[in-house]
């Protein structure tokens, strides 16, 4: 990463900053998801409303969970050359970086989810919230779409420069502390690097039965009316619902069986859908009873309906009352989540 003159070192020798030239006057631009053909494709922007707030030394974007739990901190190695005012910074993955062929500034691993979630800069100097997100409201207000399903597959969430004159370019008034009004979805996402290089998502014939590019699903035709519209999107009446059903099985006195939960959708759906499902302890308790899994980045391909999820249970002689446990989904996209968590009963057969 190519650095600069640290700030320390302008004061030793005795050259004057104005007290903003630091790394404060800076929102969150732009965050995108991925897409349904590189779902690891993820990127956050931050962009600087005023000059000299390059010196980003030490200081991190932050990434949120739903309910405000923190997944992610990417922290900036060193300071950046470029400090005009209107500069921006790409905090990207390394599969955005081939995706939209740019380098980031700094390079994150996938942590952005869908469902709901928060990103913020440097200890909540600017934050975004989307989704299902229910944590701590502070600077954030009302999610970004939180009734649409949150961050949506080839779509940035970018944030509005219309709110305060002039309306092309960033002001500390384009923050309202409100993500639903501060942001709008933009089908043309733009990463730019703090270099001023642009990237571009590759292209894509919609219509080709191919997914490519920012396509959400591709049918092999052109017509809307069927799930996947002319321009490759995922209609929302096509939209299906996951659930995942209770079981039971019998203990077993010894070794280990598998259980196995199904996963199903309400329909099938025209684009991929992707989950994270773990087991979670009831009156049974992993390691004794059965083995603890969790599977994150699974994908219920486009036109299918189900998918399987084994359990490891473990027999024993003991004498003792049913057990349970229970897997639960979590950051589901791509559908609707009509019933996220299971319960596996597992019936005594040692008598009593």
């Known amino acids: 990463m190519r650095t600069t003159v640290k700030l320390s070192t302008l004061a030793l020798l005795g050259i004057a900053l104005p007290a903003s030239a630091t790394f404060h006057l800076m929102k969150v631009v732009e965050v995108f998801p991925g897409t349904a053909?590189?779902?690891?494709?993820?990127?956050?922007v931050i962009q600087m409303y005023a000059g000299g707030q390059q010196f980003v030394s030490g200081h991190a974007i932050t990434v949120f969970d739903r309910t405000g739990a923190l997944v992610g901190t990417i922290t900036f190695?060193?300071?950046l050359n470029n400090g005009a005012s209107q500069a921006k910074i790409l905090i990207a993955t390394t599969q955005a970086q081939t995706f939209f062929g740019v380098n980031a500034d700094l390079v994150m691993s996938p942590a952005l989810l869908s469902a709901g979630g928060k990103v913020c800069w440097a200890n909540n100097i600017d934050c975004v919230s989307w989704g299902n997100y229910n944590g701590s409201n502070v600077g954030v207000g009302t999610p970004f779409n939180a009734g649409g399903g949150g961050l949506t597959f080839g779509?940035?969430?970018?944030?509005?420069?219309?709110?305060v004159?002039?309306?092309?370019?960033?002001?500390a008034g384009d923050d309202t502390n409100n993500s639903a009004n501060d942001f709008v979805a933009s089908d043309t996402p733009a990463p730019r690097n703090n270099s001023n290089v642009i990237g571009h998502a590759p292209a894509s014939n919609c219509g080709n039965g191919t997914l490519q590019g920012l396509e959400q699903c591709d049918d092999g035709d052109t017509m809307s009316g069927d799930g996947c519209s002319s321009t490759c999107r995922v209609e929302a009446a096509a939209i299906p619902a996951l659930s995942v059903a209770n079981i039971s099985t019998t203990e077993g006195n010894s070794g280990t069986h598998v259980a196995t939960f199904v996963l199903r959708l309400s329909k099938?759906?025209?684009?991929?859908?992707?989950?994270?499902?773990?087991?979670?302890n009831g009156t049974a308790v992993a390691g004794s009873d059965y083995t603890a899994r969790m599977l994150s980045g699974q994908s219920i391909p486009a036109g299918a309906?189900?998918?399987s999820f084994a359990v490891t249970i473990r027999g024993d002689t003991a004498v003792e009352p049913n057990q349970s446990f229970t897997v639960r989904l979590i950051n589901v996209v791509g559908a609707t989540v009509a019933k996220p968590n299971a319960t596996c009963t597992i019936v005594n057969d040692d008598g009593t």
């Open 37 to 44: 053909v590189a779902p690891n494709a993820q990127y956050v």
């Open 77 to 79: 190695p060193g300071d």
């Open 155 to 163: 779509r940035a969430a970018k944030r509005r420069l219309d709110i």
């Open 165 to 171: 004159a002039p309306n092309t370019t960033l002001n």
């Open 268 to 280: 099938p759906s025209p684009g991929p859908v992707t989950y994270t499902i773990a087991t979670a």
């Open 305 to 307: 309906t189900s998918k």
